[in-house]
């Protein structure tokens, strides 16, 4: 989607090994999110940013960091995959103060990363 | 525990009819609400909101209803076009720290038949 750049589109990985998945934004929107989803879930918070090095963990966190060294780059690590992680990510932005006196946008999503853990 | 549930996993309309979808949630510390939709291999896009202090909103075919006393909202397209055919999930919104918290039901398919 225009704006947000999800990499790998696909991953399939072994039980116990690190993955890395990438997000990348054209926005300079302030804040970035991981999500999840599952059958039966719905979309589920992992981890958001608010700002460079700014981030906090969201519903679903275990097992999950994040680090953003740049307003464009939200990067989301398995440090050792799991099965339970096999899921659909999808990355989120958004932006505060918007001109026209709207406060908020809402959440804008990439087109996710289809993880597998054999 | 889900503080966002969309109970109807499917719902099959006929083109041109009514299609309402129904959202509970369980938090009234939720200041806004919203639908997104989605289609396979894309990501969920924005559809339309409604803010806790109101009751209804309106955005083409789009309405949703909100009813705080009962904790449900709905999603209102009409008429329905067989574009519309897709899985909806409704979301409840917390701002923390200008951040935008989201909490998601488990969507409901949407198939508009000809």
């Known amino acids: 989607d225009a704006g947000i750049t999800q990499s790998p589109r696909h991953k399939v990985t072994e039980t116990g090994t690190p993955v890395t998945l990438r997000c990348h934004q054209t926005?300079?929107?302030?804040?970035m999110y991981w999500y999840r989803q599952d059958p039966g879930h719905g979309l589920r918070l992992i981890h958001y940013?608010?700002?460079?090095?700014?981030?906090d963990k969201g519903e679903v966190s275990d097992g999950y960091s994040v680090s953003r060294s740049k307003t464009e780059d939200f990067l989301l690590t398995l440090e050792s995959a799991t099965s339970s992680q096999t899921s659909v990510y999808f990355c989120?932005?958004?932006?505060?103060?918007?001109?026209?006196?709207?406060?908020?946008?809402?959440?804008?999503f990439g087109n996710g990363t289809r993880l597998t853990v054999t | 525990d889900q503080q966002v549930k969309q109970n109807s996993p499917s719902l099959s309309v006929q083109e041109g009819r009514i299609s309402i979808l129904n959202c509970d949630y369980t938090?009234?510390?939720?200041?806004?609400f919203l639908w997104y939709k989605k289609y396979p291999a894309e990501g969920p896009t924005f559809l339309i909101s409604?803010?806790?202090?109101?009751d209804k909103n309106e955005d083409g075919r789009f309405t949703v209803f909100l009813n705080k006393s009962a904790k449900h909202l709905s999603l209102h397209i009409v008429p329905s076009q067989p574009g519309d055919s897709a899985v909806y999930f409704c979301?409840?919104?917390?701002?923390?720290?200008?951040?935008?918290?989201?909490?998601f039901g488990q969507g409901t398919r949407l198939t508009i038949n000809p």
């Open positions: 989120a932005i958004s932006e505060s103060r918007m001109r026209g006196g709207q406060r908020n946008s809402p959440l804008h």
């Open positions: 926005e300079n929107h302030r804040y």
């Open positions: 940013s608010y700002g460079v090095k700014d981030t």
């Open positions: 938090n009234s510390m939720f200041d806004y």
């Open positions: 409604i803010s806790s202090i109101k």
């Open positions: 979301a409840a919104r917390r701002l923390i720290q200008g951040a935008q918290k989201l909490v």
